[in-house]
């Protein structure tokens, strides 16, 4: 796989489309600071797939985009496309060529294409992966970074050369899923922690919800019978009901009918009324518009008069102004013949000075073109003179850099011989020092071998000490954590004593009681010490009585049971001293097994001996039952015998024991009381004997690391001097060689310096013929430039003289037309004030004919305005005298319309009557019907269907023939039994299905996601073991390749690279370098271009253990001198053979590693231009390149 072609446009500086082809070897891509060069760079790492602004050396998008410069405007689109040849399928693509390409929009938009086809950003990584190496786009920051980055940083560079990142990203993605995995099953745990005692609950749920549901079958069964009862008699309410609602029913419709009647008679007589109060009205309006028509007749008149006095006037005025407009018509049409006559002399005077300048202007057109031909033949014979004298300059300079070079190179000459000379005196010298430095370094190695020896001693020891402050250290830990553990219990158990927990509730209150009374009360338990053996024989002997509280006097026991009383605090037994009766003493038997009487076994404070002889006089301590049954017999009334094992056995011959009921606790925690004091002190004590030991272990580490710091520190020198005088070697070695180098440089140097003079020779002769004869050549042209001057300036005066004459006659032509132009527009005026006058005098004819029509209509009008008026006079009179009998016949009919209202109250009073009726009888069967809806709603609420009822189902109840009272006291005792089962939940039965089979499967998961995790951290283990492996196989072979890299490029010194932590998977990655001359430094001391050529080294190493198919390097080579840049040129070429390199440099040394070569230049409007060059266009400027076009 190989970069095929680079096609950029629009992005950053190129904005025009530019396409680099890139063949196998080594491109060099070269430029002037800020031409754009870099760019390319950026482009191929934008396009495949970077995302981080800053390694594009930008802050947005925008910033990729061409911005525009000089007279070029800004593009909206950057885009760039790479083609790769793809025919070992590195890429994971099948096609032999794959091309990438990006687009940037200036809104923030990406578009992605791969071989044309639209694709995501995810497709273009993953299908770029095997590119995804930190060393295939290298530039100077990189080449810092590798020495800058810390070394936990910099082992990243070694995991791509050993092509385990992806084993990394697996490693990463399974340690997620593992958490994820561990979370899911912590959290599954959880459910299951949760829903097993939800499981208990439900189990019992579900049996109540059966037994509920038989209870409520039977309810169900009684409930059926008694609400039929009830169901029947509300539908016998309302057959009643609706009897008595039909009855009034049948009256209302009666009354109803004879409403109508009435009602019917009534509307007639109103319809009758109605129809005479139309015809009254309508006369009224005959009237009224009668009156009307005459008050609009009088209008008219009086406004038909007032027109005709109004038309009469305006037609005397219209009179006057024709005779005006006569006469202004008379003295317009005079000025106008008079301004016809002015433009008719004006016009031909124009014509005659127009002749006349076409005349002059003829006359000039011949003076311009004998100027024009004198001016070309001018610039000719000076263009020919300044490229003769150009000539002339050119050969002088050659001649006089010939004579520099040839004076030069004749003091080269000679200072080469001194030098050679020289020269072999240095090599004579440097073998004998090269002799001296052999025999110091074999001396200074045994030196050397010898110390670190004594060290490997010294640290065996360091170890050993280490080895025993490790066992010390974890005695300390022991005795540290069994003294927290005393002094938890400790503190654990006063907590308890002083909280009065297990004591009786009574006992704790009277103890409470005491202490603020400031009374001497004991509990027995707290009085007597039992031997740990006795323990348990003693809590069976005495039970209970180990919280009897023991008082001084009676009065004390009296006051504490009355302040019991008195706040209900509970009860206690009390113990008087100075009440109580003591046992009489007693013989015991003396047998086997027989441990004496209890008493006697234990001890205690002598003021409290009536106390536990009382308790404890009158019992026997044995080993077991068997020994108890021997010595019965012996016993007189009133003892009581336990055994070891908390058997107890009372004179009478009556036995208790079996299964332990309860620990020897009470006893037990008052004796760890006592004893863990001393214990904890004990503790204690070994904690700090230990502490000591450890104290001394760890001042012996101190001695022995001192020791193998002496040891390190004699070493160190030791290898300090081994290695300086190892350096010393090589650099006598290396100064042996070069002076051998410089010798043979210096005779080679000396011959071609001779050969290049007598070249020079011959071209200082040809130069100075050159010279003559462009002397000649100039003497000629500057004569023919003196005489073309001459004749350009007589041309010259002629033409001015003739531009003058044309100027006045044009003068003269354009006043001629301005005097034409004024005397037409006044033609224009007094034609258009003629037109006017003419026109206002024809409308003004026009407005009196109209007039005259207008006063005769208005004669006419009034002739026919007068015979109306007459006629409405008449009509008027005539309907007042209409009006009288129509009002007569209105007033009777309202006389019988009020006799109708009064009979039609009377039957709507009746009709009233019969719906109060009715709605007596309609409450009556709504109230039954409400009855009846209440029996249905009860039912509805106890779920029985009457409708649907099944007499069969209620046969025991009907057969039985209970009462109305019995079955309501049989329901009543159904429902207490469903109350006395509590809130029952119905859904148990199935809720408990379903939980439990949310168990089953939760249960089936937490086993697979446990195998799962299980395969997960196997594959985490393989994984790593198989990154490990290729991590120290890489990393071998780097440092080895890495050695011999930084002796090739510096030309000796040693160099090395070492794991900080060899047993650590994570180890960071140290360089340890010795440039040549040098001794061992930090890499921080090294000078700048000293640490670029060991950051090259380092990357040559990388590439060589694991070569990429391309890499671009952007100005790897800045900071090297030439010598370096030598060296670095024979890595590229050497390591070519298997890598693709792009190259972006300033030096001429890298770029003569090139087989095919890019110049990159800008233009004045901010544009990148590449140009293919040639080796021969590159000029050296001060060790940097520097383009030099040719035009051809």
Same mark, same amino acid.
């Given at each position: 796989?190989?970069?095929?072609?680079?096609?950029?446009?629009?992005?950053?500086?190129?904005?025009?489309?530019?396409?680099?082809?890139? =063949?196998?070897?080594?491109?060099?891509?070269?430029?002037?600071?800020?031409?754009?060069?870099?760019?390319?760079?950026? !482009?191929?790492?934008?396009?495949?797939?970077?995302?981080?602004?800053?390694?594009?050396?930008?802050?947005?998008?925008?910033?990729?985009?061409?911005?525009?410069?000089?007279?070029?405007?800004?593009?909206?689109?950057?885009?760039? &496309?790479?083609?790769?040849?793809?025919?070992?399928?590195?890429?994971?693509?099948?096609?032999?060529?794959?091309?990438?390409?990006?687009?940037?929009?200036?809104?923030?938009?990406?578009?992605?294409?791969?071989?044309?086809?639209?694709?995501?950003?995810?497709?273009?990584?993953?299908? *770029?992966?095997?590119?995804?190496?930190?060393?295939?786009?290298?530039?100077?920051?990189?080449?810092?970074?590798?020495?800058?980055?810390?070394?936990? %940083?910099?082992?990243?560079?070694?995991?791509? !050369?050993?092509?385990?990142?992806?084993?990394?990203?697996?490693?990463?993605?399974?340690?997620?899923?593992?958490?994820?995995?561990?979370?899911?099953?912590?959290?599954?745990?959880?459910?299951?922690?949760?829903?097993?005692?939800?499981?208990?609950? +439900?189990?019992?749920?579900?049996?109540?919800?059966?037994?509920?549901?038989?209870?409520?079958?039977?309810?169900?069964?009684?409930?059926?019978?008694?609400?039929?009862?009830?169901?029947?008699?509300?539908? $016998?309410?309302?057959?009643?009901?609706?009897?008595?609602?039909?009855?009034?029913?049948?009256?209302?419709?009666?009354?109803?009918?004879?409403?109508?009647?009435?009602?019917?008679?009534?509307?007639?007589?109103?319809?009758?009324?109605?129809?005479?109060?139309?015809?009254?009205?309508?006369?009224?309006?005959?009237?009224?518009?009668?009156?009307?028509?005459?008050?609009?007749?009088?209008?008219?008149?009086?406004?038909?008069?007032?027109?005709?006095?109004?038309?009469?006037?305006?037609?005397?005025?219209?009179?006057?102004?024709?005779?005006?407009?006569?006469?202004?018509?008379?003295?317009?049409?005079?000025?106008?013949?008079?301004?016809?006559?002015?433009?008719?002399?004006?016009?031909?005077?124009?014509?005659?000075?127009?002749?006349?300048?076409?005349?002059?202007?003829?006359?000039?057109?011949?003076?311009?073109?004998?100027?024009?031909?004198?001016?070309?033949?001018?610039?000719?014979a000076e263009a020919a003179a300044l490229q003769a004298s150009k000539a002339l300059n050119e050969a002088e300079q050659r001649a006089k850099l010939q004579h520099e070079r040839w004076q030069a190179l004749d003091n080269e000459l000679a200072a080469n011989q001194q030098k050679l000379a020289a020269s072999?005196?240095?090599?004579?010298?440097?073998?004998?020092?090269?002799?001296?430095?052999?025999?110091?370094?074999?001396?200074?190695?045994?030196?050397?071998?010898?110390?670190?020896?004594?060290?490997?001693?010294?640290?065996?020891?360091?170890?050993?000490?280490?080895?025993?402050?490790?066992?010390?250290e974890e005695a300390v830990a022991y005795a540290r954590r069994e003294a927290d553990a005393l002094h938890s219990r400790l503190d654990a158990l006063r907590r308890t004593a002083v909280a009065g927990a297990g004591m009786f509730t009574g006992v704790r209150a009277a103890l409470q009681w005491a202490e603020?009374?400031?009374?001497?009360?004991?509990?027995?338990? #707290?009085?007597?010490?039992?031997?740990?053996?006795?323990?348990?024989?003693?809590?069976?002997?005495?039970?209970?009585?180990?919280?009897?509280?023991?008082?001084?006097?009676?009065?004390?026991?009296?006051?504490?049971?009355?302040?019991?009383?008195?706040?209900?605090?509970?009860?206690?037994?009390? +113990?008087?001293?100075?009440?109580?009766? #003591?046992?009489?003493?007693?013989?015991? =038997?003396?047998?086997?097994?027989?441990?004496?009487?209890?008493?006697?076994?234990?001890?205690?404070?002598?003021?409290?001996?009536?106390?536990?002889?009382?308790?404890?006089?009158?019992?026997?301590?044995?080993?077991? /039952?068997?020994?108890?049954?021997?010595? /019965?017999?012996?016993?007189?009334?009133?003892?009581?015998?336990?055994?070891?094992?908390?058997?107890?056995?009372?004179?009478?011959?009556?036995?208790?024991?079996?299964?332990?009921?309860?620990?020897?606790?009470?006893?037990?925690? %008052?004796?760890?009381?006592?004893?863990? =004091?001393?214990?904890?002190?004990?503790?204690?004590?070994?904690?700090?004997?230990?502490?000591?030991?450890?104290?001394?272990?760890?001042?012996?580490?101190?001695?022995?690391?001192?020791?193998?710091?002496?040891?390190?520190?004699?070493?160190?020198?030791?290898?300090?001097?081994?290695?300086?005088?190892?350096?010393?070697?090589?650099?006598?070695?290396?100064?042996?060689?070069?002076?051998?180098?410089?010798?043979?440089?210096?005779?080679?140097?000396?011959?071609?310096?001779?050969?290049?003079?007598? $070249?020079?020779?011959?071209?200082?002769?040809?130069?100075?013929?050159?010279?003559?004869?462009?002397?000649?050549?100039? &003497?000629?042209?500057?004569?023919?430039?003196?005489?073309?001057?001459?004749?350009?300036?007589?041309?010259?005066?002629?033409?001015?003289?003739?531009?003058?004459?044309?100027?006045?006659?044009?003068?003269?032509?354009?006043? #001629?037309?301005?005097?034409?132009?004024?005397?037409?527009?006044?033609?224009?005026?007094?034609?258009?004030?003629?037109?006017?006058?003419?026109?206002?005098?024809?409308?003004?004819?026009?407005?009196?004919?109209?007039?005259?029509?207008?006063?005769?209509?208005?004669?006419?009008?009034?002739?026919?305005?007068?015979?109306?008026?007459?006629?409405?006079?008449?009509?008027?009179? !005539?309907?007042?005298?209409?009006?009288?009998?129509?009002?007569?016949?209105?007033?009777?009919?309202?006389?019988?319309?009020?006799?109708?209202?009064?009979?039609?109250?009377?039957?709507?009073?009746?009709?009233?009557?019969?719906?109060?009726?009715?709605?007596?009888?309609?409450?009556?069967?709504?109230?039954?019907?409400?009855?009846?809806?209440?029996?249905?709603?009860?039912?509805?609420?106890?779920?029985?269907?009457?409708?649907?009822?099944?007499?069969?189902?209620?046969?025991?109840?009907?057969? &039985?023939?209970?009462? &109305?009272?019995?079955?309501?006291?049989?329901?009543?005792?159904?429902?207490?039994?469903?109350?006395?089962?509590?809130?029952?939940?119905?859904?148990?039965?199935? %809720?408990?299905?379903?939980?439990?089979?949310?168990?089953?499967?939760?249960?089936?998961?937490?086993?697979?996601?446990?195998?799962?995790?299980?395969?997960?951290?196997?594959?985490?283990?393989?994984?790593?073991?198989?990154?490990?492996?290729?991590?120290?196989?890489?990393?071998?072979?780097?440092?080895?390749?890495?050695?011999?890299?930084?002796?090739?490029?510096?030309?000796?010194?040693?160099?090395?690279?070492?794991?900080?932590?060899?047993?650590?998977?994570?180890?960071?990655?140290?360089?340890?370098?010795?440039?040549?001359?040098?001794?061992?430094? =930090?890499?921080?001391?090294?000078?700048?271009?000293?640490?670029?050529?060991t950051a090259v080294a380092l990357l040559v190493a990388l590439l060589k253990v694991n070569p990429t198919p391309f890499c671009v390097m952007d100005e790897v080579d800045a900071a090297l001198d030439e010598a370096n840049v030598v060296r670095l040129r024979e890595q590229l070429l050497e390591m070519s053979?298997?890598?693709?390199?792009?190259?972006?440099?300033?030096?001429?040394?890298?770029?003569?590693?090139?087989? *095919?070569?890019?110049?990159?230049?800008?233009?004045?409007?901010?544009?990148?231009?590449?140009?293919?060059?040639?080796?021969?266009?590159?000029?050296?400027?001060?060790?940097?390149?520097?383009?030099?076009?040719?035009?051809?």
């Amino acid at each position: 796989m190989y970069l095929k072609r680079l096609e950029i446009q629009g992005f950053k500086t190129f904005a025009n489309r530019t396409v680099i082809e890139f =063949p196998l070897g080594v491109t060099a891509i070269v430029g002037p600071n800020g031409s754009g060069k870099s760019n390319v760079t950026d !482009a191929i790492r934008w396009v495949l797939g970077e995302q981080s602004f800053s390694a594009l050396r930008c802050r947005r998008t925008e910033d990729l985009i061409y911005s525009g410069g000089g007279k070029r405007a800004a593009q909206g689109m950057a885009e760039v &496309a790479l083609t790769i040849d793809n025919t070992d399928r590195t890429l994971p693509l099948d096609f032999n060529e794959v091309t990438i390409m990006r687009r940037s929009f200036r809104s923030g938009e990406n578009e992605y294409f791969l071989n044309k086809n639209k694709v995501r950003l995810r497709d273009i990584q993953e299908a *770029t992966s095997p590119l995804a190496s930190s060393y295939t786009l290298i530039n100077q920051g990189l080449v810092d970074a590798a020495l800058t980055l810390r070394p936990e %940083e910099r082992r990243s560079l070694f995991e791509d !050369a050993a092509s385990i990142s992806l084993s990394v990203s697996k490693r990463a993605e399974a340690e997620r899923r593992l958490k994820q995995t561990e979370d899911n099953l912590g959290r599954i745990l959880d459910t299951l922690a949760e829903i097993e005692p939800r499981l208990k609950v +439900l189990r019992r749920q579900a049996r109540e919800a059966e037994q509920v549901h038989e209870i409520e079958t039977a309810l169900q069964q009684a409930l059926l019978v008694a609400y039929r009862r009830q169901w029947q008699a509300a539908q $016998s309410l309302v057959a009643q009901a609706e009897t008595t609602f039909a009855a009034a029913e049948q009256a209302l419709t009666q009354a109803q009918i004879e409403h109508s009647q009435s009602e019917h008679q009534l509307g007639a007589l109103r319809q009758q009324r109605d129809a005479q109060q139309q015809v009254v009205e309508h006369k009224q309006q005959q009237l009224a518009q009668f009156e009307r028509e005459w008050e609009t007749i009088e209008r008219e008149w009086a406004v038909l008069s007032e027109r005709q006095q109004a038309l009469i006037t305006r037609r005397d005025e219209a009179n006057e102004r024709q005779q005006t407009f006569e006469h202004e018509q008379t003295q317009a049409h005079a000025r106008a013949l008079e301004l016809a006559e002015q433009a008719t002399q004006a016009q031909a005077a124009l014509l005659a000075q127009r002749q006349a300048l076409s005349t002059i202007e003829a006359g000039e057109q011949a003076t311009i073109a004998a100027r024009r031909d004198a001016e070309q033949a001018l610039k000719q014979a000076e263009a020919a003179a300044l490229q003769a004298s150009k000539a002339l300059n050119e050969a002088e300079q050659r001649a006089k850099l010939q004579h520099e070079r040839w004076q030069a190179l004749d003091n080269e000459l000679a200072a080469n011989q001194q030098k050679l000379a020289a020269s072999q005196d240095r090599i004579q010298q440097a073998q004998s020092q090269h002799e001296q430095a052999q025999a110091l370094y074999q001396q200074a190695e045994l030196a050397y071998n010898q110390a670190q020896t004594n060290e490997e001693a010294a640290q065996k020891s360091l170890l050993e000490a280490r080895n025993l402050r490790r066992e010390h250290e974890e005695a300390v830990a022991y005795a540290r954590r069994e003294a927290d553990a005393l002094h938890s219990r400790l503190d654990a158990l006063r907590r308890t004593a002083v909280a009065g927990a297990g004591m009786f509730t009574g006992v704790r209150a009277a103890l409470q009681w005491a202490e603020k009374q400031q009374r001497q009360f004991a509990v027995v338990a #707290s009085v007597i010490e039992v031997p740990a053996e006795l323990e348990t024989a003693l809590e069976v002997a005495l039970g209970a009585r180990l919280q009897n509280i023991i008082v001084p006097q009676w009065d004390d026991a009296e006051a504490a049971i009355a302040e019991l009383k008195r706040t209900d605090a509970g009860r206690a037994t009390f +113990l008087p001293l100075d009440s109580l009766r #003591s046992p009489r003493p007693s013989r015991i =038997p003396q047998a086997k097994g027989v441990l004496g009487v209890a008493s006697e076994l234990v001890n205690y404070a002598e003021n409290y001996e009536r106390a536990v002889q009382h308790l404890l006089g009158r019992t026997i301590v044995v080993e077991d /039952l068997a020994t108890a049954r021997r010595i /019965l017999a012996e016993l007189d009334g009133g003892w009581t015998i336990v055994t070891l094992g908390g058997e107890q056995v009372g004179s009478s011959g009556a036995m208790t024991g079996g299964a332990k009921t309860r620990e020897a606790g009470t006893l037990r925690r %008052e004796r760890e009381l006592r004893e863990l =004091p001393a214990q904890l002190a004990s503790a204690q004590q070994q904690l700090s004997n230990n502490e000591q030991t450890l104290k001394q272990a760890i001042d012996a580490i101190g001695i022995a690391e001192k020791a193998v710091r002496e040891a390190d520190q004699v070493r160190r020198t030791n290898r300090s001097a081994m290695e300086k005088a190892r350096d010393s070697l090589a650099q006598r070695q290396r100064g042996l060689q070069q002076s051998e180098q410089e010798h043979q440089w210096q005779a080679q140097r000396s011959t071609n310096v001779q050969q290049e003079q007598a $070249s020079l020779s011959e071209q200082i002769a040809a130069s100075q013929a050159e010279i003559e004869r462009h002397l000649t050549v100039v &003497a000629e042209h500057e004569s023919a430039v003196a005489a073309a001057r001459n004749q350009a300036e007589i041309a010259a005066d002629a033409s001015r003289a003739s531009e003058e004459r044309v100027a006045a006659a044009r003068a003269a032509i354009v006043s #001629s037309d301005a005097t034409l132009q004024a005397t037409q527009r006044a033609q224009r005026d007094q034609q258009q004030l003629i037109d006017g006058l003419v026109r206002r005098s024809r409308d003004d004819q026009q407005r009196q004919h109209e007039l005259a029509e207008q006063l005769a209509l208005t004669e006419a009008q009034s002739v026919v305005l007068a015979e109306r008026r007459q006629q409405a006079s008449a009509q008027r009179e !005539a309907a007042n005298a209409e009006q009288a009998p129509v009002l007569e016949a209105l007033s009777q009919i309202n006389l019988a319309l009020q006799q109708a209202e009064q009979h039609e109250r009377a039957a709507a009073q009746a009709f009233v009557q019969a719906q109060a009726s009715l709605s007596r009888a309609e409450s009556q069967v709504a109230s039954a019907n409400t009855r009846r809806d209440h029996v249905w709603e009860r039912c509805a609420e106890e779920n029985i269907d009457i409708e649907q009822l099944d007499v069969s189902q209620t046969a025991a109840f009907e057969q &039985a023939e209970l009462s &109305a009272q019995a079955l309501n006291e049989h329901i009543d005792q159904l429902r207490n039994k469903v109350r006395r089962m509590g809130t029952i939940n119905p859904l148990a039965p199935q %809720e408990y299905t379903e939980l439990g089979e949310r168990h089953q499967f939760l249960t089936e998961q937490v086993r697979d996601i446990r195998h799962a995790a299980d395969g997960l951290r196997e594959l985490i283990n393989e994984l790593e073991t198989a990154m490990n492996s290729r991590f120290a196989q890489t990393f071998s072979a780097v440092a080895e390749e890495f050695s011999q890299a930084f002796t090739r490029l510096f030309g000796g010194g040693t160099a090395q690279l070492i794991l900080n932590d060899p047993n650590s998977s994570e180890s960071g990655i140290d360089i340890i370098a010795q440039p040549p001359g040098k001794r061992r430094q =930090p890499l921080s001391l090294l000078s700048g271009g000293e640490r670029s050529l060991t950051a090259v080294a380092l990357l040559v190493a990388l590439l060589k253990v694991n070569p990429t198919p391309f890499c671009v390097m952007d100005e790897v080579d800045a900071a090297l001198d030439e010598a370096n840049v030598v060296r670095l040129r024979e890595q590229l070429l050497e390591m070519s053979q298997h890598t693709q390199f792009v190259l972006v440099t300033h030096n001429r040394g890298t770029v003569e590693a090139a087989s *095919t070569l890019y110049g990159v230049t800008m233009n004045p409007d901010g544009a990148s231009k590449v140009l293919s060059i040639r080796l021969d266009q590159l000029v050296d400027d001060g060790g940097a390149v520097r383009i030099v076009e040719t035009v051809g």
